[in-house]
């Protein structure tokens, strides 16, 4: 209980805003209330639907298993919340604490909960992207239209990007017999976030799978005919390509501009906070009331350099989300860190893909278990002698165990005999990143603030 | 703390309540004395271990002679078969587990357990019909045993008209793998052999008359069915198939006597579960947690020198990890000695954990539910005639060897 008794009013009578009515949201919305919070809590976002999950629309709904309105999120309690759907905010007050929405109308805060997620890039040619038969995949409504699309059978696909949602998507067109062209422009798919070892064996899977892999090469631009439906892509090495759907799947962009001339410290990657999900401003010093989670937010972590960590990640949007709104209760004294393990899951060409910690730190690594050839193993990624993330291919079950390597720092590479080594795993090889300077479509955990190639902002010291 | 602990685990003296014991256990989580096994009893430590890579079941690759194990003999489906997936490491336990899930679960066959719901459903009224007289109910014998034996049958494919002699094995089989002290041991080895290869042989011409002419049954798809891994060898489809029959006969009885015992001494929860048939879903997890067919794992060995809580657990030690003493570890669960369906949070190790998580356990829970609500159903006002009732000798696989039980009669 706070000294003055604020906390206690703000629980009783305080004004909660919630922007972003995602998973975060939801989960946040649901562990205030948990924790007793009885004022007015207000959810706002901008997709006109009620929270809904996002995993299964690149696997389930494109293969026409689920509907993509039949991935509504499962309530764990009532929030008993007043809803602000299909109204985006466009700004923030800080001073007064008042969030201003697209339709003209203010809502008043005593402590604020911003997680308003990710969207997809787009394609950068305005023009080509608005032609028929191109897609981006990230919403409910991204995935309805390219289901439907995807129904008609389409001669070709040309997917754009071999990340993880890239390759889930061309993975669900072979599962329907879908012709499919998939175009990346860095050696392998899945290459930023897990190295181009690991990419390698994705690359044998799409491939084994009929997907026409092509690496190394970029889109150049996307052709229309004349009814202005997209029919062929050009590529770097001269190729043309015919398709009639193309998705474009080339990473994420936080969702901050609404935030911009705020004073909040939030920028295209994301908005910086502290470990206790504490939104920092522009000055770098920590608001009281504001609070940040899931896949827009960037805090530090211990285990990680204290690097700023951002995560696209289901488990640390509800984990992120739980903290924070703990904290958005707390006293200083009680607040708890976000210090979640990143974890991450992709499922694509019937392989399940997992992994802990972050891989894309790592510098060397040892196939711990199982075989690439055989496409189950445990891959185990050495940064600085020490054990920073771990990959599986259809062998989930032995994650949580390099799982507590990551937590323990323990050394790399890990020593013991285990069972299912294989020859080789004798041996620990370079993991084969991509140079982090090269932007590449596939990363779904950004490190730190800036880029090694971002040169736009410099530190000037005070002279005396 | 004393050596005595063990050796009182494996006292049949203890057998009705050996949860004071696990308690005492708990006290020393890394607990070793001697040339005996290391034994494990705190939840965190077990879950972590069943999913560490540096522990086998592969019995090759211990250092301690078999002997020094006391429960070796009682845990192991001792046959003249290779082993089965049970007691391999990957690469091996991974592919013949995954060819044996083929034809059993997702993604393959996601439906197989659920099309069996109306099959078990008959089963289990055909066993209470069959009671006839409510006075005196020995719910072992009259229905806990023979249920799963006839599921089995019919997953494996086993034709109606032989299932009465496989009954007949799976009962000298069982029996031998609960030893009774003082018995000629010989004789009792002989006996058991000589069912188990009079079963194996019935097997192996079974798969192959199922190569011939498959059905849509496991064995059938076992021997046949093409995937990434090929076809198992007949000798695999045997070992395969005595350990479906073995492992997922022996909990299964054990895991409806058990539950029908707890809740007869909760009759707040039979009287529930009685008015709603789906109260049997988390009745059955808590059951799993609360009194495990499987009380501990024994056959796990260490690969590497393994630290657990300052302790270091030499290279080929033997490991008995005691799944009953973590599933009532008060640092995993609130008031874990109170038998409670409504808890929310019920990770228990009741299946194990890891890739020897139970195969069978989609099977099991659905028997047990199935088994148990009818039985709450049907009996009317049913209750012990003793408790404790007596309980077989095995301390790995435990349960009541009879449930003498009454009841005022047999609701339709």
Sequence with gaps: MSVDGSLDRLKREGRIVVVGASLAGLRAAETLREKGFDGSLTMIGDEPYEPYDRPPLSKQVLLGRATADRTGLPRHRAIDARWRLGVPATGLDMAARRVRLADGDEVEYDRLLIATGIRARPWPQEDEAELDGVFVLRTRDDAEALERSLAQGPRRVLVIGAGFTGSEIASACRERGIAVTVAERADAPLVGALGGVVGRVAAELHRKHGVDLRCGVMVTGLEGDSAGRVRAAHFSDGNTIEADVVVVSLGAQRNTEWLAGSGLGAGPRGIACDAGCRAFDIRGIVTDDIYVAGDVARSPHPLFGYQFLSLEHWGNAVAQAETAAHNMLSDSADRRPHIWVPAFWSSQFGVNIKSVGVPSMGTEILIAQGSRSEHRFTGVYGYQDRVIGAVTFDQTKWLQFYQQLIETTAPFPPASPTVDRRPEGQQPMPADFPDPSVPTHGPTVTLSGYAPDDRRLTFTPARH | ?412
Aim: glycine share 6%.
């Design chain 2, 1 to 412: 703390m004393t050596e005595a602990i063990l050796r009182q685990i494996i006292d049949y003296a203890h057998r009705a309540d050996p949860y004071p014991l696990y308690a005492e256990l708990r006290q020393t989580p890394v607990y070793h004395d001697a040339d005996g096994p290391f034994v494990l009893s705190r939840y965190y430590d077990i879950q972590s271990l069943l999913h560490d890579p540096r522990i086998s079941s592969d019995a090759r690759n211990l250092k301690t002679p078999a002997t020094a194990n006391p429960l070796a003999a009682e845990a192991d489906e001792e046959t003249a078969l290779p082993p089965s997936f049970l007691r391999l490491d990957p690469p091996e336990h991974d592919r013949l587990r995954r060819m044996t899930n083929r034809p059993f679960g997702p993604p393959h066959s996601p439906r197989r357990v659920h099309e069996m719901r109306g099959e078990l459903k008959d089963i289990v009224s055909g066993l209470i019909d069959g009671i006839d007289n409510p006075d005196r109910i020995d719910l072992v014998d009259q229905f806990s045993y023979p249920f799963p034996v006839t599921v089995i049958c019919r997953l494996l494919g086993v034709p109606r008209e032989d299932e009465a002699r496989f009954h007949s094995w799976a009962d000298t089989i069982a029996a031998s793998l609960d030893p009774v002290p003082g018995a000629d041991t010989d004789e009792r080895a002989k006996v058991s052999h000589n069912a188990r290869t009079e079963l194996g042989m019935y097997l192996a011409g079974l798969i192959e008359e199922r190569r011939k002419k498959p059905g849509d049954d496991m064995l059938s798809q076992l021997s046949t069915a093409g995937g990434p891994d090929g076809v198992m060898t007949t000798m695999e489809v045997l070992s395969t198939a005595a350990l479906l029959l073995i492992a997922g006969h022996e909990t299964t009885v054990n895991l409806i006597t058990n539950g029908m015992l707890t809740l007869l001494r909760n009759p707040d929860v039979l009287e529930r579960l009685r008015k709603d048939p789906n109260f049997a879903v988390p009745v059955v997890e808590e059951l799993l947690r609360f009194e495990p067919p499987v009380q501990l794992v024994p056959q796990r060995t260490t690969l590497a020198d393994i630290e657990v809580r300052g302790v270091t657990i030499p290279k080929g030690a033997s490991l008995w990890l005691v799944l009953a003493a973590g599933n009532r570890d008060p640092d995993r669960f609130e008031d874990p000695d109170r038998f409670d369906p409504d808890r929310g949070d019920i990770q228990h190790l009741g299946f194990g954990s890891g890739i020897h998580s139970c195969f069978g356990a989609p099977l099991a829970r659905l028997e047990a539910q199935l088994a148990l609500s009818e039985l709450a159903r049907r009996l009317e006002n049913p209750r012990l005639l003793e408790d404790p009732p007596p309980y077989r000798q095995n301390a790995v696989l435990r349960g009541p060897r009879h449930l003498p039980i009454a009841c005022d009669g047999i609701r339709p």
